[in-house]
Every structure is written in C-alpha cells, then in structure tokens.
C-alpha cells in the first residue's frame, strides 16, 4: 500500500501544480506515434487446435504530424501473451511462440494518411494465424489445454506488436501491442463497438472547432455490450463493457494560449479521457496554424479489446 | 535539617519551600545560607525548610546549587517572634544542556544506540519530534520522497520494526512523516539497534526502533500544551496518591485545512492526523509496579483526481483513506531480588485501513493480541542471564478490489495493465512466537572481556515456518573510556500478508534471512553533560537471501538476495556553551536474483553526511543549524515502452535496474529557540526553518507518457514553522 500511496500522492502534486509541466501530453499529438490498432475480431474461437476465423484485419492509426512526409517503415508480429499482466516484458521478442507477419515494409500514404497532416489510418494488414511454425501450435495448444475450464471460456490472449519507424532510423519511431483474445467456441465473441460520432451539444456532427465554445460529446451506433463472465469456481455472471474514449488532437497545447491571441494552437479539450455518455469541453484556439489542418481522433474502447474510432479533420488537407 | 548561631535576640522564623524556577519541583537536600549570621539550613525530602529564630535586621538567603544558578534574596526579619512563609525559585543553568542517558553500557546491548528524548527534540530539523531526530545518526538512510520510514544500514523499509515498551505498533510515523504517533512528552528516550541486535529482539533484518514510554512521577501535577503550523496539543500528569499517578495527552493537526485552502484543486478531505496517549502508573510495592499505556492514532486524506492525461488510466476519480490503530499495553514488572527480575506486558488492540481508489478499495480490521515476557537473573556476579518470549495472536478481516502492482526498479506497470482482484478474507487467527535466551558473561571480575552469546527461535505458523537465530556479541573494555565491539548472528523476518495470502500473492513463500557482522569503537571523552567528546567509529556487514520478490509464475518468490557494507562514523563535541555533532556513512548496498545480475538497491546511499551544531547563548536563546549531504537518489530509466491499445496506457521496457543517480541531496535547516522560565510555568518558542537554501532537491522521477521523457519531482522547499509551548 505504500508503493501505491506514493503513486497517488504523486499523481496529486501534479495535478495541483507542484510539478513542472515540461512533460508532453498523451492526448497531444506531435511525434511520431501509434494512436490505435484495431482489429476487426477482438475475440476469435479456438477449439484446441484451430483459430477460427484464422485470418484478421489489423489497422493501424497513426500520427507523425511534424514528420513532414518523411519514409516510415513497420514490422509486426505475433505471439502468446507471455504474461504482461503479471510484469512479463510486452514483446515477442525470444518467445517460442513468435510467428513474423511483416519486417521492414513500407508505410504508404493512404487517404487519411497523407500531407500534411500526416494523422490517420494506414492501409489494413492481414494477419493469417495459421502461418505459425508447428512449435507455435503446439506450444499455443498445450498452454489452452493445460488451462482451467474458467480461463478457456474466459480466453488466453495473443499479442500482436506493431512497431513503426523512420526508415533507415528504428530509434525514432513508436511500438504497441493489440491483444486477440481466444476463448472456447461455447462462449458468445466479444465485438468492437461501432457508429463512433462526435456531436456537439446540439445533436449535430461537429464541423469545425475554430469558432467558439462548445461542448463535444460522443454516441455510438452499439451500446455497451453484455457479456458472461465465468469465475474460478465456474459460476457464470453477466456483465456489461464499460465504454471509455480517448481524446487526441494534434498541434501544441497551451493553457496559457486561452487568453492570449497571438498563440497557435489546435485548441484545449477539458478530459483526456471521459466515459460513455459523457461530454468533453472544448476551449477552441484563437489563432489557428495556416500550413496544415487541425486532426481530432477520438478513441472508444470496451475493457475487453474491441475498439473504434473517429477521425475529424479541420482546416487544410486530409 | 540543621543549623547553627551564636546568641543574639530573637525575632521571626521562615518557612518555606524551595522549588525548581518554572516548575514546581521542590528541591530536596538543598543548602541554603543566611548571612551575615552564617546560618546554614537544609532542606528536607520535600525541599520544605524552617529556620531557627532570627535576630532582628537584615540578612541575605544566598544558595549555590550545583546545576543552578546562584540565588541570592534580602530579606528582613522583625521584632516580636512570628512564623513569615517564603517560596523561593531557583533556575537551572542548564535549561538548553543535553541530558545524554547515562548508563553502564556493559549492562546494555552492544547494537544500542540510545537518544534521550530531550537531546533529540531540540535537534533541528527534527521539528521537536525525537523519532525524526533519530534520522540522524549514523547508518540511518533518509528516506527519499515522501516516505514515512526509517530505513537501516542499507536494508528495506519494511526491515525496520517500530515498538513502544517493547510492543510491536504498526506504524511509527503519521502521514508523510510529519509526526510520529507518541506524543513526545511521553517518551524518556528512543532505542536504536542496528546490526547486531541481541536476541530479546527479532523478526526484523534491520534494526529495530523503540520509544520508551516515561515513568510518572507521583510528586505534582504537571503539564503542557502547544501549537505550531501543523497541529496543537497538550498533556498533564496527576499523581492520584503518593503511589500511583495518571497522564494524558492529546494531538491534533490543522495542516491538511491549511492545505485545503492553499491547494484549490483536489483535496476533498484535508490530510490530518490525531493522536491520544493515556499511561496510568501504580507502585504497587517496592518490587512491583505496574504500568499500563493506550495510544490511539488515525490519519484521515482524501483527493479527487479530475484527469488522469499522462497518468495510469486508473489513477482517477477521487482517493480517500483512513488509517488508524490503537494498543493497550499493560505492563508488570516484579523485581523479586537485586540478582532477579520478571517483566510482562501485552499489546492489546485494533488496526484498520479504509482505501477508496476511484472503483477499487481495500479495508483492512486486524485485531492483535501481542505478549512479552523476560526474566532477568543474575546467576553470579559474572553471568547474567535473559529468558524470555515474545509473539502475538492476529485475526484480520480483510476486502478488497485493486489491481496487482507490479514495480522493477522502481518504475511500476501502469494499474490499467495488470490483473484486479478482488477478495472478502476473514482470516483464520495468525500466530507468531519468538523465544530467546540473551547471557552476558564477564571473564572474571576485573576482566576487560564481555561475551553476550545468545539464542532465538521464531515460529511464523502462518506460513508452516520456523528459524533458529543465534547471536555474539563481544566487548572488550580496553580503558575505561575504550572500548572494541564486534556483534553478528542470523536475523530472520517473515513476508509481508499481502505477499503469502492465498488470494493475491504466494502461500508457499518462507522467511528471509539476513546475516549481520559489525566490529566497532567506541571512545568516550566527555567529562559532564556539557563538556567532552565522544567518538564512534564502525563497520557493518549485512548479507540478505530468500528475500521476496516479483516473480511472473508463482507472483512472488524468496529468490533475492544481497548484500550491504558500511563504514559509519559519529564525532560529538561539546565545549559549554557550544556542541559540535558529525555523522557519516560510507556504504553499498546491493541486490540480485536470478533474473538480475548484481544491482545497485533502491535504497543505496553510498554517502551521508549529518553535520550539527549549536550555541547556547545568555538569557535562554540557543541557536543550532543542521547540514545535511546524501548521495542522490537511484532509478531505473526504461529504454522504451509498449503502447496496450486495449488499456490505452504506454508499459515501461526496464533497462538495468537502478542505473541513474539523481542529483545529491543537500540541506540546511535552521533553527532559534527561546524560553521564558517564570516561577512556576516556562513558555518555549521555536523558530525552525528547513531547507533555508531552498534548494530544489531531486526526490523521484515522474516520466512523460511513452517513458521517453522525465523529470525530477523536488523536494520541499523552504519550510519555516514556528511553534510555542507552556509548561507548568
């Protein structure tokens, strides 16, 4: 309790000001980063041998906003989660199970990808899971086997690491993770949330953050979804996801640009984070940058590995 | 009471009392003249005096005390005989002088290192609390950032046991480390044993830290109340009879409504702390006393964390907590013969913990039963012999929800990514039981040779555990203010309940061990309270195995170990009215396991330097400044990080462990202080002021969201209180 303590008491003295703020923000973007990655089965059946379906979709959704066009490249791979939640290291590095999908490619511009604003998704990868060596197999195999019947109706995790770079510099560049949950074929699959849609406080799509004031909200097509959740003990419980969004907005943030109008800023959101059905308050900038637009990424995930999200461009370019 | 004269006509006889000035302590066997007839009076146990008849005329009382101030009064004496009452007051001219403990340090053990409580408030920087003075000896490292323990000759917090009259209490210090929860004027002195403790004491690889609870006195009633920017308080003593007396005393701090209203965003419940301590005393006969202890202490915080942003996802929504424990500690103790003695006591109470951490929560009920029992026996004149045992009954209530907490080098898993797990746990009883068997042997009669071999075992049933520890001193008194030490044995420590309970960590774990080895010289110069110096020079050697740590496939395991060496140092020097203290500590402290190569320990201060002095100046003013120099301190930095989609959180990639030293830390703390003494009450102010350099001291890293970038977190910064006290 005392680790945790000094944790909190920590995240107290930042936010009451005792701390300097030279750290960057998470919900700024600015270097190169991956914002998400979504993929279009968060939970996949296994009867003990086989994936199905065997083939995913992985999309990446990236930021290299200051990058100005610069060659990026990628690599991915997979593997069984080596215990992460336990402090295990989040890679495939040295992992048995570690099955290469891509090394070294290209990132190409895409429609969203692209000058000048550099923030958007990239072109979707296939990741075939039946391409994994017969050690993989059998390793992944053993592990479900080997598992209680609670943890295989619950599901074991793969873990797909995506790690983009500047070409020629794998310094520079942004790494994460996206976990596939496996689960008996007895258990209904857990599907990402859809229809992500940022309104403003009357109802309407928002167009435009520059002028005014205003309050931004979110609302899904799906609502939270519910499930079934099976203890130790093999009782099983329903349960329903707890839908939390992410707000990410490109360019410099500055408080201090609230009351000063010569900054250029893309604008200041109240919450990094805000749950389903919340509003998030946004301050909109006084001067806006001239040689590129003003990228909104919002973010929803369910706690159990599905995601969507928005992308909401203002301003100059795609 | 005697006197003499040569005859003369009588007029009037005095009756008085003579008593301590700002006190009223009499003074007994006290020696008064009356000149010039050169009568010559004493005063009896009760320091009450009469004088034969006086002869008419004026005369002068005049006393010369050792330890006071000379007294000199005129006075007249009338015609017609008659009884005339006085009172006179007499000062101490030592107000300000440090009261050391003096005692046989034969007759003690060899690891001890004993503060009187007085000597150790009027330390600066201490803030009139003798527990933080206690920091300043050599082997103690600070404590980095806001920690509220005290840390031994480069072991864990965790290995430091904090006891009051020998029973084990669960914290020493209130939040922070603000205060600790005995209210000072209770306490006689405080007990320090480092490495090399003898057996009456165990569970605890690094020291061991005990207050000594005051003996009442049942002469008056006396008392005191305070207040200064954190909290106020007060206490009194009430002797019922001439046997038995009574005491209590009470604390309660305002700081967290102070920062309340400084720190608009945030607190919802203001940090405070309260603390009540009741003793009640009874001579019952000569050789048996009984004293029976209460100490009560709750600390109360509470936030609301509006945005997490760069922060652990979960570190959000509003923080409360309430800690809180109290203990009844009744004590016999019989003294059968001057070559015997039996000691008994219980630690009887409660401890709780209420957590609210946004969704997730922890409450803790403990209820303990703790025993202590030592006869003393005197065998011959060369062997005295300790039996004893000490041990405690625990039940505990415990629920929760939190998420595992995973930390390598000091640098944690963000909570989002790992494990929650929740638990509703009425435990069965825990029993814990030490034995000891403690002998201190003299070689002859005149031999300069003092051998303390001793034997302890310790049961933990909560873990199907036992160890068998023995121990060595050796003292050899080389003259009589030389002396050569050396001190070692087995010391063992079970794992803390978060870390065997069955539901959230490893119910296989066992005890850890640590083998201690210090050789030592003392030399004592001083020639009174006021006046000498004194030098301490030593080594220690600690080397830890089956410590706990994280472990990926059982949670936990005993798979660390390590190893700590020192070479500290203390040189006191005092020359009325000036004292000169030094303190330094050479050190390494170091831990591996078997997925680490040998690293640098979280808690390595290769040096600390304490530098203390202090003048006593005229009409009651002293002035003392502390300077203190400690190496920086050490954290890991991760060579880069993983983004969890699904947690929305960057997890840290460690790097070697502990491999980056922050910047030393260096203060100066100051401090006045003044006291008033009038007839019967003085009144104390004090003016302390910590960090007079301002200097922003590095106490912990807090790094951006992908742990590419980080910054340090100061330290305080200039802190000036200012506190005033009565006592009466």
Known sequence: ?318 | MCFFYEGVSFASIFDGTLYVKGSRDTLPNATLYLLPQKIKITTDEKGHFSTPPLPEGDFKWVANISGFNKFERQDHSVAGEEILQRKFFIQQNADFVYETTITSKENQDTALTQLSTKEAQGMPGAGLDPVKAVQNLPGINRTPGFGSQVIIQGSAPQDTKYSIDGQEIPIIFHFAGLSSVLIPEFSSSIDYLAAGYQANYGRAMGGVINLNTIDLESKRTKGMAFVDIFNSGGAVEVPLDDHQSIAAGVRASYVGEVLKAVIKNGLTVAPNFDDLTVIYQNQIRNDLKLKIVSIGSIDTLGFVINDAGNSDPVINGSFSEKTGFFRIFPELTWTQSQASKTTASLGIGRDFVNTQIGSDYFNLRSSVIGYRADQEVHLNSLWKLNVGADGSFRWSDVQFQLPEFISQGGVTDPLATTQTKTASILGAPEHIVGLYWSNQLKLSENSPWTLYPGLRFDDYTMIHDASLSPRLSIRYQYTPTLAFITAGGLYTEPPEPQYYSPSYGNPNLKHSTAYHLTIKAEKDLSESVSKGSSLYSGVFARWFNHLVISDPTVIWSNGGSGRAIGFENSFTYKFSPWSIYLAYTLSRSIRWDANHAEYLYQYDQPQLLTIIGSVDLPRNWKISSRFRYVSGTLSTIPVGSALDTDHDVYIPINGALYQNRLDPFIMLDLRLDKKWVYDVWTLSMYIDIQNILNRQNPEGIQFGYNYQTNQTIPGIPILPTVGLKGEF
Not at chain 1, 91 to 110: D, E, I, K, M
Not at chain 1, 111 to 124: C, D, E, H, R, V
Not at chain 1, 138 to 154: A, G, R, T, V
Not at chain 1, 269 to 289: E, L, M, Q, V
């Open chain 1, 1 to 318: 309790m005392d680790h945790l303590k000094t944790l909190l008491f920590v995240a107290l003295l930042s936010q009451v000001g005792c701390t300097s703020k030279s750290l960057p923000e998470y919900r700024v973007l600015q270097s190169l980063r991956v914002i998400s990655l979504h993929i279009d089965s968060p939970e996949i059946n296994y009867d003990g041998t086989t994936f199905t379906p065997s083939t995913l979709s992985l999309t990446p959704l990236i930021s290299d906003l200051y990058g100005s066009g610069r060659s990026l490249s990628y690599s991915l791979q997979w593997c069984l989660d080596p215990g992460i939640s336990l402090g295990a290291t989040p890679q495939c590095t040295g992992n048995p199970t570690l099955t290469q999908v891509a090394t070294g490619q290209t990132v190409s511009t895409t429609a969203t990808f692209a000058s000048p604003n550099y923030t958007g998704y990239l072109s979707s990868i296939s990741v075939n899971l039946s391409a994994a060596s017969t050690t993989a197999f059998s390793l992944i195999s053993e592990k479900f086997l080997n598992s209680s019947l609670p943890e295989q109706y619950d599901g074991l995790a793969l873990i797909l690491v995506f790690n983009v770079y500047v070409t020629g510099s794998p310094s520079i560049g942004d790494t994460a993770f996206k976990r596939v949950v496996f689960s008996t074929t007895a258990k209904t699959k857990n599907a990402n949330p859809t229809g992500l849609v940022v309104q403003d406080g009357t109802g309407t799509t928002i167009s435009d953050l520059v002028n005014g004031a205003g309050y931004l909200a979110y609302l899904p097509t799906t609502a939270a979804e519910t499930y079934s959740w099976m203890d130790s003990l093999g009782n099983l419980s329903s349960l329903t996801e707890t839908l939390v969004s992410t707000w990410f907005l490109t360019g410099p943030e500055d408080p201090t640009c609230a009351n000063d109008t010569s900054c250029t800023t893309d604008g200041l959101f109240g919450a990094t984070r805000t749950n389903y059905g919340s509003y998030n308050y946004f301050t909109a900038p006084n001067t806006i940058p001239t040689n590129r637009g003003r990228v909104l990424v919002v973010v929803t995930r369910d706690n159990r590995g599905g995601n969507t999200s928005a992308r909401y461009v203002f301003g100059t370019g795609p």
